[in-house]
């Protein structure tokens, strides 16, 4: 059975810096693309960063590029979001998602994601 358990989330003023992680167990972790996405209250999912292949290539949505960081540990099953210059826009719930098929981390389309975590608040105040 497949588990991801995103934690990290919190509070920060903007410009503050925040790291999250996903632990999965149940997968051959190597072999899954993994993504980050959020929702703020009231708005869309919104895909964040994917990273999909074997020597980790990272995706970005435009609105977080140069401030997050994709990265992943396949040793421990873990993938992380380092988040700096943080912005109140980037307030919402994160969620971590997995896939053995790239597409959905590739194209940051929650659609072609299988599985999911329950998610980790971030919160940005101005």
């Known amino acids: 059975q497949v588990h991801l358990v995103e934690s990290g989330g919190g509070s920060v003023q903007a410009g503050g810096s925040l790291r999250l992680s996903c632990e999965t167990s149940?997968?051959?972790?190597?072999?899954?693309?993994m993504a980050w996405f959020r929702q703020a209250q009231g708005k869309q999912r919104e895909g964040v960063a994917g990273?999909?292949?074997?020597?980790?290539?990272?995706i970005y949505a435009d609105s977080v590029k140069g401030r997050f960081t994709i990265s992943r540990d396949n040793a421990k099953n873990t993938m992380y979001l380092q988040m700096d210059s943080l912005k109140p826009e980037d307030t919402g719930m994160y969620y971590c998602?997995?896939?053995?098929?790239?597409?959905?981390?590739?194209?940051?389309?929650?659609?072609?994601?299988?599985?999911w975590g329950q998610g980790t608040q971030v919160t940005v105040s101005s």
């Open positions: 990273i999909y292949d074997g020597d980790g290539s990272p």
């Open positions: 998602a997995a896939d053995l098929s790239w597409l959905g981390c590739y194209h940051l389309s929650g659609e072609d994601l299988s599985h």
């Open positions: 149940g997968v051959t972790f190597s072999t899954y693309c």
